[in-house]
T-cell receptor
Framework: NAGVMQNPRHLVRRRGQEARLRCSPV?????VYWYRQLPEEGLKFMVY????????ESGMPKERFSAEFPKEGPSILRIQQVVRGDSAAYFC??????????FGQGTRLTVV | GQQLNQSPQSMFIQEGEDVSMNCTSS?????WLWYKQDPGEGPVLLIA?????ELTSNGRLTAQFGTTRKDSFLNISASIPSDVGIYFC?????????FGAGTILRVKS
């Protein structure tokens, strides 16, 4: 995973609860992507963040989803009032200088 | 929006055979990336391509950035059982890193 840390690896939430997914990029990287992956499917872009700035959130659902990348600490993807359809694997990728994106191992969210 | 068409969707090949997969798009990309994803893991970067026409190798893997900047292919030579997995192409342009739907590779030993 080239140093991209995501936690937790697995997260179970009841419908209506909040899910918080964390991503620590490669040391020195200041840009992260978040992607969502359903079983047997590809990676769907959600949001592209720079420290303290959202650059592109065109892939984020309009409601319940938010993301941040503070000056200090990991990037957070927050899903409020989760529903069963939110169950998926969520990956973050850390962007290097050469436009190479390195992925974490993902957080598998299960909504019960 | 930008879309990548990746083919084939899946392949079932004999160990030792060569494999070829490709991605095409109606959009131009500045960078093409190829990833492999094993079950339960995140995608791992295999090869990055930065220039139109560029041909790059990584062991048994070879990838090319199409001259029109709208396509790329990945070849795997002499496949082995550990090549099993899902291979994704990705095109980068501006802020967007767009992924193909993946090629599932199954190797028969």
């Amino acid at each position: 995973n080239a140093g991209v840390m995501q936690n937790p690896r697995h997260l179970v939430r009841r419908r209506g609860q909040e899910a918080r997914l964390r991503c620590s990029p490669v040391k020195g990287h200041s840009h992260v992507y978040w992607y969502r992956q359903l079983p047997e499917e590809g990676l769907k872009f959600m949001v592209y963040l720079q420290k303290e700035n959202i650059i592109d959130e065109s892939g984020m659902p309009k409601e319940r989803f938010s993301a941040e990348f503070p000056k200090e600490g990991p990037s957070i993807l927050r899903i409020q009032q989760v529903v069963r359809g939110d169950s998926a694997a969520y990956f973050c990728a850390s962007l290097g200088l050469g436009a190479e994106a390195f992925f974490g191992q993902g957080t598998r969210l299960t909504v019960v | 929006g930008q879309q990548l068409n990746q083919s084939p969707q899946s392949m079932f090949i004999q160990e030792g055979e060569d494999v070829s997969m490709n991605c095409t798009s109606s959009s131009i990309f500045n960078t093409w990336l190829w990833y492999k994803q094993d079950p339960g893991e995140g995608p791992v970067l295999l090869i990055a391509l930065y220039k139109a026409g560029e041909l790059t190798s990584n062991g048994r893997l070879t990838a090319q950035f199409g001259t029109t900047r709208k396509d790329s292919f990945l070849n795997i030579s002499a496949s082995i059982p550990s090549d099993v997995g899902i291979y994704f192409c990705a095109g980068q342009s501006g802020n967007k890193l767009v992924f193909g739907a993946g090629t599932i590779l199954r190797v028969k030993s």
